[in-house]
């Protein structure tokens, strides 16, 4: 039971910097791994079409969150769409064992990817205007990997997301102070911020 949160945490707060990628990572371990086995109705997203269906809006998201300012509005939109995902994960990894309140699972992930995302909703402006909209796309290739790392060690190895959530938690923190304070020059490519 603990390493089903665990792992359901660990995979519902990446949500919260990208809804889809967390989504298929659950799905792709469920169909080839035997490390999850998701319940029906959750078990759907490992499906053909399931598949199908993340892999053709990923694409859309991820290109998206590298735009400046289309990715602000990207956010906005995700700001339903990110909490909604982690709360699908959490409940979909906890419908594992009956023993797990489907309420709580749901506000567990809610609450964990709404905290992840309220932050970058937050913080990505204040890139963008700190780097003249340079930094945007690093920020966000560095959000997608760590998403990846985070999810995938999470499901593989649930009691793994005691070190690995807290440790992507603080890089993405340290990450955006250095970007947001202006202190990542890029090789001069970013000059001082303009003052408004």
């Not at 660990?10 to 910097?17: D, E, I, R, T, Y």
């Not at 567990?108 to 340079?134: C, D, E, M, Q, Y």
């Not at 990450?175 to 990542?184: C, D, K, N, P, W």
Request: net charge positive.
């Amino acid at each position: 039971m603990i390493a089903l949160l665990l792992s359901g945490i660990g995979s519902a707060a990446p949500a919260g910097l990208n809804a889809t990628l967390p989504l298929l990572i659950l799905a792709l371990v469920d169909r080839f791994t035997g490390a999850v086995a998701l319940q029906h109705p959750y078990s759907l997203i490992s499906s053909g079409w399931g598949l199908v269906v993340l892999l053709v809006v990923l694409p859309i998201e991820l290109i998206a969150d590298k735009i400046p300012r289309i990715d602000h509005a990207n956010d906005l939109l995700h700001s339903v769409f990110r909490p909604a995902s982690g709360a699908f994960i959490m409940m979909a990894v906890c419908s594992q064992n009956d023993r797990i309140n489907i309420v709580v699972s749901s506000i567990l992930g809610l609450i964990s990817a709404g905290a992840v995302h309220w932050f970058k909703f937050v913080n990505r402006p204040l890139v963008t205007k700190a780097t003249r909209g340079v930094g945007n796309p690093i920020v966000s290739m560095a959000e997608d990997f760590l998403v990846i790392v985070c999810t995938v060690v999470s499901l593989l190895v649930p009691y793994a997301a005691l070190v690995i959530l807290p440790l992507c938690g603080w890089i993405i923190y340290w990450t955006y102070v250095r970007f947001r304070s202006g202190e990542v020059r890029l090789g001069g490519l970013m000059g001082p911020a303009r003052s408004a």
